[in-house]
């Protein structure tokens, strides 16, 4: 093998290893979109929230709890099961890689309990902590209002 040969083979690999890279960085890349919570009756003891999880990115990741300083947070899902409602807890749930998981009414959603109503009100804000098992905490800001019939 001569030397020019052997300085193209360098090379060529050095090209493959920069192509194989992004490939080897797996991860999840979540985003929160469309985030709110219903505004509750002030008799209410629950309310529920809704919006979707993206992950964007080339690895699954498990949400593994949601925290707020308005209430106690749980992930929910509706089922129907001979013409009853029943919600069922789901405290771990993954998000494959490209691919979206939707709360609405109905299906999944934020549960809330616990309220504390002086921050539950129509227009405010609340704060909404998202575990996830590879993506660690995300914070997001989300609106509290009416639901729309
Ligand atoms: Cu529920």
Redesign the pocket.
Known sequence: MNKSWLIKLLILSALVAVQVLPTLKAQPEIKLDKFWVVLAPAVAR?T?GYGVIKNEGNQEDTLIGIQSNSATI?L?K?EIKSGMAR?IHSPHMTIKSHSELVLEPMSF?L?LTDLDMTTLFEGAEIILQFKFEKSGDIDIAVPVREILY
């Open positions: 629950s529920a749980m929910h509706t919600m959603h549960m």
